[in-house]
């Protein structure tokens, strides 16, 4: 079974930085997307990011652009989301996931398998 594992949340203030990691395991896909995805309180889940492996295609949801970046790891089968300049709106849960069907998509319903997710709050 695929295991995907976050950490890297926390609370941190307006403006500032987190790093997300999702440690990866458990598959031998040679052509694979790893997404981020995010749910906050009463809300659907929003893709955030996704990288391709092994090209390192990235794909970025435009309230992120220029703020968040994607990037992994092969060494340590981990894939990162380097979040700068945090605003209240990203406060949620977030989740990475798997796809080995899709290339480049931030819809959730193409992904397969999911992590547990990551609390991310920041206070305004």
């Known amino acids: 079974e695929v295991q995907l594992v976050e950490s890297g949340g926390g609370l941190v203030q307006v403006g500032g930085s987190l790093r997300l990691s999702c440690a990866a395991s458990?598959?031998?896909?040679?052509?694979?997307?790893i997404g981020w995805f995010r749910q906050a309180p009463g809300k659907g889940r929003e893709g955030v990011s996704c990288?391709?492996?092994?090209?390192?295609?990235?794909a970025y949801e435009d309230s992120v652009k220029g703020r968040f970046t994607i990037s992994s790891d092969d060494a340590k089968n981990t894939v990162y989301l380097q979040m700068n300049s945090l605003k209240p709106e990203d406060t949620a849960v977030y989740y990475c996931?798997?796809?080995?069907?899709?290339?480049?998509?931030?819809?959730?319903?193409?992904?397969?398998?999911w992590g547990q997710g990551t609390q991310v709050t920041v206070s305004s």
């Open positions: 458990g598959f031998t896909f040679d052509d694979y997307d």
């Open positions: 990288i391709n492996r092994p090209d390192g295609r990235t």
């Open positions: 996931a798997l796809t080995w069907r899709y290339s480049g998509s931030l819809v959730s319903e193409d992904y397969d398998y």
